[in-house]
């Protein structure tokens, strides 16, 4: 079992950077990937970013791509997601996720078993 805690998510205004962490605890020696959803009000949970874990491939959504980083500090146990030119439709709680050990893919919601309480990112105009 894989225990993720997320930090970071605050109200910012429209174009700001901002940066969410997520802490992993438990058994992270089997972990494959993890990733980063988020979810708006009124819609469903949404792949944002994610990478694997052993060598930090990355994924990304499209409508993030090219904004925002995801990357993790593999000695820590610690992934993050540098968001930048923030726009009001990223305005959401922010998922960091854990896999198990086998190979899934990244994208996928339900590749994940363990999940953070979610930490909420909103942007304002």
């Known amino acids: 079992q894989v225990q993720v805690v997320e930090s970071g998510g605050r109200p910012v205004q429209t174009g700001d950077s901002l940066r969410l962490s997520c802490l992993a605890s438990g058994r992270t020696g089997r972990v494959y990937g993890m990733a980063w959803f988020r979810q708006a009000p009124g819609k469903a949970r949404e792949f944002v970013a994610g990478l694997i874990w052993s060598d930090g491939l990355t994924y990304y959504n499209d409508d993030v791509r090219g904004r925002f980083t995801v990357s993790r500090d593999h000695a820590k146990n610690t992934l993050f997601l540098q968001m930048t030119s923030l726009k009001p439709e990223d305005t959401a709680v922010y998922y960091c996720?854990?896999?198990?050990?086998?190979?899934?893919?990244?994208?996928?919601?339900?590749?994940?078993?363990?999940w953070g309480q979610g930490t909420q990112v909103t942007v304002s105009s």
């Open positions: 996720a854990a896999s198990g050990p086998e190979q899934i893919p990244i994208s996928d919601i339900g590749s994940y078993d363990n």
